[in-house]
């Protein structure tokens, strides 16, 4: 039900009288809370979107490598770079008894490493990371996202960095710690708490259509464009990097540039509303 503010003119004077106007009612709704702003550009928001896409990337595949390393690892297949490959290769092998007469009987008697075992491992934990990080992301998502109006868009710009340095600082000392894959989960938690990669994609396009009026369809066009070259960049580079080397250097990137993000958020980024 809308409320009512009253506003009382300033006072008329005259030689003898002084009067006043009756106050005028100005009926005040709840979705009057939210003014737009014309004064900031839309493309202010592109590197909070190509700076959060740039550590999202290459997550996936990044921790699936973790996870998988670890688990070969514990059960004594790691070794050379391409000893798991091999093993994982060969134990999906399966010569054939009746038409291939060049396998002999102790090919066959030869022990090949388990790698299902690995697999098995790193599929289950998987499944625990992503419920743990669902049940956590999920109410902040959906607060936060579904109160922007009133809050602003920048304070869903901010949370996520925030999560993302916590995590990656977690990380480093999880990996030179050589910490167990729970502390890999409680990272995750912690990150889905302030909310995840995703909220600040759905703060950008709504800033993008709190700036813009007829040029939107331009401007989706290029913030698109952004994600799509942030997103082959980085899955490119980690895949080639992981070949030799290992997670430092990709978690010190990704938690700097979470920090950038962070400080541009603060001190740059405008805000595409007015809280009245």
Same mark, same amino acid.
């Given at each position: 039900?809308?409320?009512?503010?009253?506003?009382?003119?300033?006072p &008329?004077?005259?030689?003898?009288?002084?009067?006043?106007?009756?106050?005028?009612?100005?009926?005040?709704?709840p979705?009057?809370?939210?003014? +737009?702003?014309?004064?900031?550009?839309?493309?202010?928001?592109?590197?909070?979107?190509?700076?959060?896409?740039?550590?999202?990337?290459s997550?996936?595949?990044?921790?699936?490598?973790?996870?998988?390393?670890?688990?070969?690892?514990?059960?004594?297949?790691?070794?050379?770079?391409?000893?798991?490959?091999?093993?994982?290769?060969?134990?999906?092998?399966?010569? &054939?008894?009746?038409?291939?007469?060049?396998?002999?009987?102790?090919?066959? +008697?030869?022990?090949?490493?388990?790698?299902?075992?690995?697999?098995?491992?790193?599929?289950?934990?998987?499944?625990?990371?992503?419920?743990a990080?669902?049940?956590?992301?999920?109410?902040?998502f959906?607060?936060?996202? %579904?109160? %922007?109006?009133?809050?602003?868009?920048?304070p869903?710009?901010?949370?996520?960095?925030?999560?993302?340095?916590?995590?990656?600082?977690? &990380?480093? &000392?999880?990996?030179s710690?050589?910490? %167990?894959?729970?502390?890999?989960?409680?990272?995750h938690?912690?990150?889905?708490?302030?909310?995840?990669?995703?909220?600040?994609?759905? %703060?950008?396009?709504?800033?993008?259509?709190?700036?813009?009026?007829?040029?939107?369809?331009?401007?989706?066009?290029?913030?698109?464009i952004?994600?799509?070259?942030?997103?082959?960049?980085?899955?490119?580079?980690?895949?080639?990097?992981?070949?030799?080397y290992?997670?430092?250097?990709?978690?010190?990137?990704?938690?700097?540039?979470?920090?950038?993000?962070?400080?541009?958020?603060l001190?740059? +980024?405008?805000?595409?509303?007015?809280?009245?």
């Amino acid at each position: 039900m809308p409320h009512k503010r009253y506003r009382l003119a300033p006072p &008329m004077e005259n030689k003898n009288v002084t009067t006043r106007l009756p106050p005028i009612v100005v009926i005040y709704r709840p979705n009057d809370k939210v003014k +737009q702003i014309s004064s900031p550009h839309w493309w202010f928001v592109l590197p909070c979107l190509l700076l959060i896409i740039l550590c999202t990337a290459s997550d996936p595949i990044l921790m699936n490598d973790l996870i998988i390393r670890r688990y070969e690892h514990y059960y004594g297949l790691s070794g050379s770079i391409d000893t798991h490959r091999t093993a994982c290769q060969e134990q999906t092998m399966i010569p &054939m008894f009746y038409w291939d007469w060049e396998y002999s009987y102790f090919d066959f +008697q030869r022990p090949y490493p388990d790698y299902s075992h690995v697999q098995r491992d790193a599929a289950r934990f998987n499944v625990r990371n992503s419920i743990a990080t669902l049940v956590s992301s999920v109410f902040t998502f959906i607060l936060l996202g %579904s109160n %922007s109006d009133l809050i602003g868009r920048r304070p869903l710009l901010v949370f996520p960095f925030i999560g993302k340095i916590i995590r990656y600082a977690l &990380m480093l &000392m999880i990996v030179s710690q050589n910490l %167990s894959n729970n502390w890999i989960i409680i990272t995750h938690v912690l990150e889905g708490i302030f909310g995840s990669g995703g909220l600040i994609v759905l %703060s950008s396009f709504a800033y993008i259509t709190d700036c813009t009026n007829q040029s939107r369809t331009r401007s989706f066009f290029i913030a698109e464009i952004v994600i799509v070259i942030a997103r082959i960049i980085p899955v490119v580079g980690i895949s080639l990097w992981l070949r030799y080397y290992f997670y430092i250097a990709p978690l010190s990137v990704n938690l700097a540039l979470s920090v950038i993000g962070l400080f541009y958020t603060l001190f740059i +980024q405008p805000e595409s509303v007015e809280i009245v």
